[in-house]
């Protein structure tokens, strides 16, 4: 097993666990457990082979919904015993992140051959799951924390690619572009790094338009 269906399946694992720990927050039975698991594990990578025009992954190896019941169903029956879900919840996203982004940005590339489409694929797949996961459990959205959240991910496939491109073995490229999405994520998470935003401006006056 390389290096590149380790970090998938620990993706599809970790996004899995998140979505069942929303569920645990919901007070959900088991079955809103395994659907939140499950949508949040494979939403992200579901989006990017119907893009790329490939064989949906968990069509082809049903293993991986079988991955996020078992999640599901471990959640369920330990989540009581965490102090702060929606912080495991967070650092979990974080890894998850990580990983499934890069794998994306692997599949993009191996599909492909475009620098910029394995970016956008890493992106894509790193990023969904958990904006399906907060939509459907009624969270606040991950994207409108201030947090640096897909740069993270943006420079885990950039590095990846990068680093792929020029020679590097998968093993070395994919670890370089999960380690630089985990550091900047995980930074984000303990000191609050962000990215300068809007600032809003007030708007002219229609009768100065002229």
């Not at 694992?13 to 069942?20: E, I, P, V």
């Not at 904006?131 to 201030?146: H, Q, T, Y």
């Amino acid at each position: 097993m390389n290096s590149a269906i380790l970090l998938d399946l620990l993706g599809i694992a970790l996004f899995a666990a998140t979505g069942a720990l929303s569920a645990s927050r919901k007070e959900l039975d088991i079955i809103g457990f395994l659907f939140l698991a499950t949508v949040t594990g494979i939403g992200g990578g579901t989006a990017r082979d119907l893009i790329l025009g490939v064989p949906v992954f968990w069509v082809e190896q049903p293993l991986y919904i079988l991955i996020c019941a078992v999640t599901a169903a471990g959640v369920f029956f330990t989540a009581h015993l965490l102090e702060s879900r929606y912080r495991l919840l967070l650092w979990l996203d974080a890894v998850a992140l990580a990983a499934y982004g890069v794998f994306g940005a692997y599949k993009g590339l191996l599909v492909t051959g475009s620098p910029i489409i394995a970016v956008v694929m890493g992106m894509l797949t790193g990023t969904l799951g958990g904006i399906l996961r907060d939509v459907l459990a009624g969270e606040p959205s991950v994207l409108m924390r201030k947090e640096i959240y897909i740069t993270a991910v943006l420079a885990g496939g950039l590095i990846y690619v990068a680093t792929s491109l020029a020679g590097l073995a998968l093993p070395l490229a994919a670890g370089a572009g999960f380690a630089v999405a985990l550091f900047i994520r995980s930074g984000a998470l303990a000191f609050g790094w962000s990215l300068p935003s809007y600032k809003a401006r007030p708007g002219r006056n229609p009768e100065d338009i002229l």
